[in-house]
């Protein structure tokens, strides 16, 4: 575990991400790699022939690529229009943040109320890695970072809402991936993730639903004054 190279979040346990053949799912990370790095702009339209051909695909798994695309975000598909890029944009990112905020302080209550030693075990060996990382690989902390809210979230009995959550995380994680943590935020991330074990230890469900409240908000507010100061750099 102590290999970079050798940790990779899994989703959580009966969540299917992909949902797709193995030939659609590497289409579908080519594609959506294509959407967050702007090699396809913002409204551009996904002509499936053209999308196999650059791929070197058949038009089928393009057209399933398409379909998780849709329903990730990032793709909008239009009856007689076809399908074309979402903007990936302020809008969308605080759309998909602001859901988290209601949605992760509920899992986290259920999951404070059902917590055993073995799961506070697993986050405090999950949060002694992130500490020992310390961003310094942030493709590292960003996997150890999921794999820790995963052991709360992964056995909530409604997977449509644990499903929902894994989604929207991979969304904001595929965006964040082009920012750097700032200081203050990477202070606050290590010290609302003790604070919040600490919670679940002494059952205090309540109190760390508001914390995972705020801890999720302030990651979507991060990663929105990131894209902010990024348009003012190339506007300027």
């Not at 399908?83 to 259920?110: C, K, M, N």
């Not at 059952?203 to 908000?217: I, P, Q, S, T």
């Amino acid at each position: 575990m102590g290999e970079t190279s050798i940790f990779k979040a899994k989703p959580p346990t009966g969540t299917d991400p992909i949902g797709a053949s193995s030939e659609g799912a590497s289409v579908y990370e080519l594609i959506r790699e294509d959407i967050i790095e702007g090699r396809l702009a913002a409204n551009e339209r996904l002509v499936v022939a053209d999308l196999a051909q650059r791929h070197g695909t058949s038009t089928n798994p393009v057209r399933e690529a398409l379909q998780l695309l849709r329903g990730e975000g990032f793709v909008i598909l239009a009856a007689n229009r076809g399908a074309r890029v979402r903007p990936i944009d302020q809008d969308f990112v605080r759309d998909i943040y602001e859901i988290g905020v209601l949605i992760e302080p509920a899992l986290t209550r259920w999951f404070v109320n059902m917590a055993t030693g073995e799961d506070i075990a697993e986050l405090e060996r999950i949060q002694g890695l992130i500490e020992e990382n310390n961003f310094a690989d942030t493709f590292r902390h960003s996997e150890l970072d999921t794999a820790f809210h995963t052991v709360m979230y992964e056995r909530h009995y409604n997977r449509h809402a644990v499903e929902l959550w894994w989604k929207h995380r991979e969304v904001l994680r595929a965006v964040s991936r082009r920012f750097n943590f700032t200081i203050a935020r990477r202070a606050a991330i290590m010290r609302e993730h003790r604070e919040l074990i600490t919670l679940v230890k002494t059952g205090e469900a309540d109190k760390a639903a508001e914390l995972v409240a705020r801890h999720v908000d302030g990651a979507g507010r991060h990663v929105l004054e990131q894209m902010r100061a990024r348009t003012a750099a190339r506007a300027g």
